[in-house]
């Protein structure tokens, strides 16, 4: 941890105005690139895929299309939840993601959908979603190519290898073997055509980003971005973000002083 000095009210001042400085440009920043980031151009989404959900309103398990993700909506975004099908739990770093997904009201009222999408049968994921007491929609791809084609399964007998638009050379080269088997966590985009973006009734992938382009959705870590001590990487002994899945925690963990 960098070492924090204590001063006097001015210097406190003058140094807090510095790093406001700072903090504005990058809002600025941030803000060009949302703007450029939703110039980019998109591509056609063609292949058919099936899913499988359980109906919250009959509780029936049923096979749906791509399509039916939207659930009527002009947009859809998509979480690549880590569960692997032989797992008996999701990802506890996946799940830190899970538990911090915004009110999908608010994303309703601007004609977006959010769905979670994982590989595990679909017994798996409801198990595990009333465990952690989440209401979200999640669908499993258990029979479908979608994982592999999305670029966040990686099976060398079923796909090369590609995440985060690196090929496995590529991401040896740069120490990221982690991420050239298995499951892999990321968010994609997609927009149904109304004639004002693509054509009527066409479904178009707009985005996708992987690896820590979607961290700044966690807002645990925003949170904690904002004290003295950060996130304190590395101090919990836990792998991946190093959080452990909410329920799993000691009271030790939760008192207030350790």
């Not at 359980?54 to 939840?81: A, T, V």
């Not at 820590?212 to 807002?219: A, D, K, T």
Request: net charge neutral; with cysteine; hydrophobic share 35%.
């Amino acid at each position: 941890m960098t070492t924090v000095q204590v001063v006097s009210p001015a210097e406190y001042r003058a140094a807090r105005l510095s790093l406001l400085a700072k903090e504005k440009e990058a809002t600025r920043v941030r803000d060009a690139l949302a703007a450029e980031r939703r110039k980019l151009p998109i591509v056609e989404f063609t292949k058919a895929y099936t899913f499988t959900i359980i109906c919250p309103k009959d509780g029936e398990k049923k096979s749906i299309g791509f399509s039916d993700l939207f659930f009527g909506r002009r947009q859809l975004i998509i979480y690549h939840f880590m569960f692997d099908p032989s797992w008996e739990a999701g990802c506890p770093s996946c799940s830190v993601m899970g538990d911090t997904f915004p009110a999908l009201e608010h994303l309703h009222s601007r004609s977006t959908s959010l769905v979670a999408v994982s590989r595990a049968p679909i017994e798996k994921i409801e198990a595990y979603k009333k465990r952690m007491g989440w209401t979200f929609p999640w669908v499993s791809s258990y029979d479908s190519d979608f994982n592999y084609d999305v670029h966040v399964t990686q099976d060398e007998a079923v796909r090369p290898v590609e995440y985060n638009f690196k090929n496995k050379d590529e991401l040896l080269k740069v120490g990221q073997h982690y991420f050239t088997e298995g499951e892999q966590p990321g968010n994609s985009v997609f927009y149904r055509g109304d004639g004002r973006i693509g054509e009527e009734g066409k479904i178009y992938h707009t985005y996708s980003t992987y690896a820590r382009g979607g961290e700044h959705l966690i807002n645990t870590f925003g949170w904690l971005d904002l004290t003295p001590l950060g996130r304190q990487d590395g101090e919990s002994g836990v792998n991946g973000l190093g959080f452990r899945r909410k329920d799993e925690y000691t009271q030790e963990e939760l008192k207030g002083l350790h």
